[in-house]
């Protein structure tokens, strides 16, 4: 074992009895390969399952392997919703869903949670509606402080995922934010989840890797 991999089981371990102090379940594994794998015990046969938009989630193998495991699951896909129901039902039933999947934008060393939203589903489902929210994070997300996480998702996260999703935003043409307030706005919404009221609802994952943004 690496020294790296060393330090991030030890700050791992840390953030882990953090999370525990806010009801929230922490768990590590030294790959993304563990990682898909640990997601998977968590989930029941037939229960439903949406998700946030989420590179890590894609990167770890996860929303494939969950794709070619529909008849398990009832996979409720925003990006293929079902047509026989209106975006306002479908959104329903996501929000309501048995498991919501997502990483999270930072998470500081004393286990808090920093999530910043364009449109605010995914910050929503993790306050509030689905039974279960499982978290992916890779250990660059880690963050010292509330005030670092916020940083930290504007000038290092939002810039590369404006470029992925095309935004008009200036971020995603400067690399780099300057608190925009355009109609394409990636940060109106900024969530600190500090506790969850419901002892394990949310479980994170932390990966010895870099992942997502």
């Known amino acids: 074992m690496t020294a790296k991999e060393r330090n991030y089981e030890n700050l791992a371990e840390s953030i882990i009895a953090k999370l525990a102090q806010r009801n929230m379940e922490g768990y590590y594994c030294k790959d993304r390969e563990e990682a898909n794998a640990k997601v998977k015990r968590f ?13 890590t989630l894609e990167q770890i193998g996860l929303i494939a392997d969950l794709k070619e495991s529909e008849n398990e699951y009832e996979i409720l896909d925003r990006k293929n919703p079902d047509p026989a129901l209106s975006a306002k039902e479908f959104y329903g039933k996501m929000v309501t869903a048995d498991f919501f999947l997502m990483s999270t934008n930072a998470i ?3 286990g808090e949670l920093i999530n910043i939203d ?3 589903n995914r910050v929503a489902c993790l306050c509030n509606g689905p039974d279960h929210v499982i978290i992916v994070a ?4 880690i963050v010292p402080d509330i005030q670092s996480g916020i940083a930290r998702v504007r000038n290092i996260a939002a810039p590369p995922n404006g470029v992925r999703l095309n935004t008009n935003t200036p ?3 400067y690399g780099r934010c300057v608190d925009c307030l355009t109609d394409d706005c990636m940060c109106c919404h900024t969530v600190v989840t500090r506790m969850c009221r419901v002892p394990g609802r949310i479980k994170v994952i932390l990966v010895g890797e870099e992942l997502g943004y």
Request: charged share 20%.
């Open 171 to 173: 971020c995603a043409e």
């Open 108 to 110: 500081t060393v004393d």
């Open 118 to 120: 364009g449109n605010g």
């Open 43 to 55: 989930l029941m046969p037939d229960c439903s399952i949406s998700w946030g938009g989420s590179e």
């Open 138 to 141: 890779g250990m660059n997300k």
